[in-house]
């Protein structure tokens, strides 16, 4: 048994996982706070919630068998909008998961019961899916998208209830609308097959006409996939008149601005670039309601990713169009940052550091006195945190790459064990904040790396494409590089290494094990055993995302049987532990039964627990304790330690 700290108790399972909730998408409405929690002892159920002020405790808005759920592009975001109707009163407009329907609830009075908006279909069946939307004043509408019979559409719903009214079809895909102040505009984004919002997206602009149907509907910004130069945008905001956006086309996810736009919707264009950054204002939309920046009646704010940390600023607004904004730090001890909201000098986002848990921050831009709720409190004194170390290392074609390490309770030596976490995605990123899952492995006298392989976010549009049909080979290469360079540096025992991850990071932890001899154990959370399948059978948002990481299907056919661990289940000698969701959508779980089939019938031990009730991603505490049990418990035995 490697060593632990005598100050470092090993972490239980149930102490980590299974009973902090989740905090997505605060936002600010007449000084009120409010967000939505998502609460694994509740099997994942995800409720709204307030706060009045930073002194005042928190109340559930929706308790009981609420639960809200959006399930637009499988990933959903965007269950909640908060906003006003034309009398001034603030409601929400939310999506209940037990019959996918829009409901409002008053946010004004004693204890208000929803009223249901939309209605389920006659025959049972879910009516497509909602999500993703805002409220409109003027018309006293909900605005979002619906997802139905393979399409997306932009639709209204009144908020006297009645069936969505179409707005706008994209050709394929589109999310993120924003009201203007006036309510005279609307702007969204647009992407098409085979295109990932985050390779070619578009800016939309259209005229809302008196009675609420949209005019003059075009793409202002952005970049289609018939054009030479890829680029993508971000989260539309409007700024008092002036429409801002996160756009890529400097080589990093920088801030624009088109002054104006809502006096001169129908002129041409003029955008300005608010900062030359190399740094990223932005993060790949996977889900909708994500914000990086806001903007609070006076001010923008926003947070931006720099070599893999987050930080928190506001600009100061040019006057002139040939300008740059300045960039004003605000100092906060907080390097993980998500959902950016703002209002009337306050703003508030989701926020963790190394040693504090994500929570709730509220800062008073005045002042910079800021306060953080955590979702629940750290079990971990402070002392007792392995802190994330930046490890930079020559990776796959010789690239300089990247990756987060955490070092043993006991400190890295020679014998001590490493686990290699691969991000799922896998446009995604390893991040900073806080992980009790991987204090769970360090308290165990585990080093842990955390990768931010090639095509990783947060480091610029370069990185990101550094996978562009690479997938199998960059990422495995990047991981396996990161493992031996600790190795190398007397920080890990090289017969003491293994590999895991989820979804994506499930596919590059197979894939790791059947093209490298880095790793002598592996654990596949829901993860893609066979890209031929997974081109055929995984859902709309995705169906495409594979011809940028590996090739156009069927024509690379031959390239996705090279890659595919599937095909080269002999090449993978060591044991194998899997954990499916039986009503998986993203990734069928008959993936995971043919591959380990494959490895039992090769004579490699192997382990598969299956979860009845879970999809893509586990949302149940109980399940993600036992998972992280079972992990634990079959590398310890494999390992012999």
Request: with cysteine; glycine share 10%.
């Amino acid at each position: 048994m490697v060593p632990v700290s005598a100050s470092t108790a090993p972490l239980s399972a149930e102490l980590v996982l299974g009973r902090t909730p989740s905090l997505k998408e605060p936002k600010l409405l007449g000084g009120v706070l409010y967000w939505l929690e998502q609460r694994p002892q509740e099997q994942g159920r995800t409720t709204l919630m307030a706060r009045r002020s930073p002194d005042q405790a928190a109340v559930e808005l929706t308790p009981g068998a609420w639960n809200l759920r959006c399930r637009v592009h499988e990933y959903g975001g965007g269950a909640c909008a908060i906003g006003r109707l034309g009398s001034g009163e603030p409601v929400a407009v939310f999506v209940h998961d037990a019959d996918r329907c829009l409901w409002l609830l008053a946010l004004d009075g004693d204890n208000p019961q929803p009223q249901r908006l939309t209605a389920p279909a006659s025959d049972g069946r879910f009516p497509g899916a909602l999500g993703g939307g805002v409220i409109d004043p003027t018309h006293n509408r909900w605005i979002g998208v619906l997802e139905a019979g393979g399409q997306d559409q932009l639709v209204a719903v009144p908020l006297q209830g009645g069936e969505p009214q179409p707005l706008h079809s994209p050709v394929d895909f589109c999310g993120y609308p924003a009201l203007s102040p006036s309510g005279r505009q609307l702007a969204w984004v647009e992407w098409q097959q085979p295109c990932m919002p985050w390779d070619r997206s578009q800016l939309w602009l259209a005229e809302i006409l008196p009675d609420g149907s949209l005019a003059c509907a075009r793409a202002i910004a952005g970049s289609t996939p018939a054009e030479a130069q890829g680029c993508s945008v971000f989260q539309p905001l409007w700024a008092g008149n002036d429409l801002v956006v996160s756009h890529d086309r400097s080589g990093f996810w920088n801030l624009e601005r088109w002054a104006g736009a809502d006096e001169a919707a129908t002129s041409e264009p003029q955008w300005q670039p608010l900062l030359r950054d190399q740094a990223d204002f932005a993060m790949p939309q996977w889900v909708f309601g994500m914000s990086t920046h806001a903007w609070d009646g006076e001010r923008l704010v926003a947070i931006c990713c720099r070599e893999g940390s987050w930080e928190l600023g506001a600009l100061t607004l040019p006057s002139e169009p040939s300008s740059t904004a300045m960039w004003q730090a605000i100092a906060t001890p907080f390097s993980d940052l998500a959902d950016l909201c703002a209002e009337a000098g306050q703003l508030a986002c989701v926020a963790s550091s190394a040693t504090e848990p994500s929570g709730l921050l509220e800062l008073t831009l005045s002042s910079g006195q800021w306060r953080h709720h955590p979702a629940a409190p750290c079990p971990v004194p402070a002392e007792a945190i392995s802190q994330a170390q930046q490890l930079w290392f020559e990776g796959h074609g010789g690239l300089r790459t990247h990756a987060w390490f955490y070092p043993p309770a006991c400190g890295g030596h020679p014998e001590a064990p490493l686990l290699v976490k691969s991000h799922s995605g896998p446009t995604s990123m390893a991040r900073t904040g806080l992980s009790l899952g991987i204090q769970f492995w360090t308290s165990r006298g585990w080093g842990v790396v955390d990768v931010n392989y090639g095509g990783s976010t947060g480091f610029g549009r370069a990185y990101r494409e550094r996978l562009d049909g690479q997938w199998g080979v960059v990422d495995v290469a990047d991981c396996a590089a990161a493992a031996d360079t600790l190795v190398a540096r007397g920080m890990a025992s090289a017969e003491r290494i293994a590999i895991e991850g989820g979804s994506a990071g499930g596919f590059t932890t197979l894939a790791a094990l059947c093209f490298s001899s880095s790793f002598r154990a592996g654990a596949s959370r829901y993860g893609v055993a066979d890209l031929s399948s997974l081109a055929g059978d995984t859902h709309r948002f995705e169906a495409r995302y594979l011809d940028s990481l590996v090739g156009p299907w069927p024509v690379a056919k031959a390239t996705y049987d090279a890659r595919s661990p599937l095909q080269h289940a002999g090449r993978i000698r060591c044991p194998v532990i899997f954990f499916p969701g039986l009503e998986d959508l993203v990734v069928p779980p008959e993936q995971t039964e043919r591959m380990a089939a494959a490895l039992e019938a090769n004579g490699v031990p192997v382990e598969v627990h299956r979860f009845a009730n879970e999809g893509h991603g586990f949302r149940n505490g109980a399940t993600q304790i036992q998972v992280l049990e079972a992990t634990e418990a079959f590398f310890r035995r494999h390992f012999q330690l």
